[in-house]
T-cell receptor, first 116, second 112 residues
């Protein structure tokens, strides 16, 4: 089944404790992206990656890191989480250039993160 | 400054009637527009899209209309069904693999 998977689905942590949210897709997609969803703010892009070893900042990159060492994986790293990073996070992927751009993105099920 | 705006946070419609969700954009470079649907505890799923070379795209009960001069698009759902109750996000992109920009979403409730 074609899908985007994220782990963990739920996480409660404390300020300053480094964490990683994994994202993996099995559709051989070039483009991957991370979003956060907050009440009243909709979906905001954190980082995106056009291809392996190519990443770029989205609208709200502060406090986050990403890496794209392999096509299928795009982990989101919070080196020192703070309470304002409490949010619902979504990973997404799409065909990228071959498919006409980062248009029809497939989203993962989401990771609800709480930072105390 | 918000480039994609969905000014109605919520909309309530009776089953069988038409639902119209609206979206405005400010960036004239946007040339591809999409609607996503999101149920609670799930990721958004792609619903329908339209390129700027068209003014209408239809897929079953869903039709998207684009008015480039007004920088406005709308999603029509006819007839509305209770299963359509969800949050709908409008998104836009410019050519050249630029990232999608999302609106804040409109929560649609279809009442039986």
């Amino acid at each position: 089944e074609a899908q985007v998977t994220q782990n963990p689905r739920y996480l409660i942590t404390v300020t300053g404790k480094k964490l990683t949210v994994t994202c993996s897709q099995n559709m051989n997609h070039e483009y991957m992206s991370w979003y956060r969803q907050d009440p009243g703010l909709g979906l905001r892009q954190i980082y995106y990656s056009m291809n392996v070893e190519v990443t770029d900042k989205g609208d709200v990159p502060e406090g986050y890191k990403v890496s794209r060492k392999e096509k299928r994986n795009f982990p989101l790293i919070l080196e020192s989480p703070s309470p304002n990073q409490t949010s619902l996070y979504f990973c997404a992927s799409s065909l990228g250039e071959l498919g006409g751009g980062p248009y029809e993105q497939f989203f993962g099920p989401g990771t609800r993160l709480t930072v105390l | 400054d918000q480039q994609v705006k969905q000014n109605s946070p919520s909309l309530s419609v009776q089953e069988g009637r038409i639902s119209i969700l609206n979206c405005d954009y400010t960036n004239s470079m946007f040339d591809y527009f999409l609607w996503y649907k999101k149920y609670p505890a799930e990721g958004p799923t792609f619903l329908i899209s339209i390129s700027s070379i068209k003014d209408k795209n239809e897929d079953g009960r869903f039709t998207v209309f684009l008015n480039k001069s007004a920088k406005h698009l709308s999603l029509h759902i006819v007839p509305s069904q209770p299963g359509d109750s969800a949050v709908y996000f409008c998104a836009a992109s410019a050519s050249g693999n630029t990232p999608l920009v999302f609106g804040k979403g409109t929560r649609l409730s279809v009442i039986a």
